[in-house]
Nanobody, 126 residues
Framework: QVQLVESGGGLVQAGGSLRLSCAAS????????MGWFRQAPGKEREFVAA????????NYADSVKGRFTISRDNAKNTVFLQMSNLTPEDTAVYYC???????????????????WGQGTQVTVSS
């Protein structure tokens, strides 16, 4: 069982930056692939970014490529999402997700993940 707790959300002006963190419980964090998803009001939850268990492979949604960076610190059981050049279209609740995985694999679909955090709100004002 893995518990995930997101933090770092808030209100930011367009063009600004935020760094989200997701802290995971358990001693096997380094064997989990991690992902970030988001859900805007009135929309379905969508993929944002993913990272393999050791951090060597990453994947991004086209809408965030070049602006967002996913990373992880396995010693601290934490995955990060650095978001830059934010726009109002990035406003959403951001969720992190985890699943056991072999090294070098990351996942972009929601159904691939076993564990989810409660989400953190990101609001970008124009």
């Amino acid at each position: 069982q893995v518990q995930l707790v997101e933090s770092g959300g808030g209100l930011v002006q367009a063009g600004g930056s935020l760094r989200l963190s997701c802290a995971a419980s358990g001693r096997t964090f380094s064997s989990y692939a991690m992902g970030w998803f988001r859900q805007a009001p009135g929309k379905e939850r969508e993929f944002v970014a993913a990272i393999s268990s050791r951090g060597g492979v990453t994947n991004y949604a086209d809408s965030v490529k070049g602006r967002f960076t996913i990373s992880r610190d396995n010693a601290k059981n934490t995955v990060f999402l650095q978001m830059s050049n934010l726009t109002p279209e990035d406003t959403a609740v951001y969720y992190c997700a985890a699943r056991p995985a072999i090294s070098g694999t990351c996942y972009t679909t929601q159904t691939a993940y076993n564990y989810w955090g409660q989400g953190t709100q990101v609001t970008v004002s124009s």
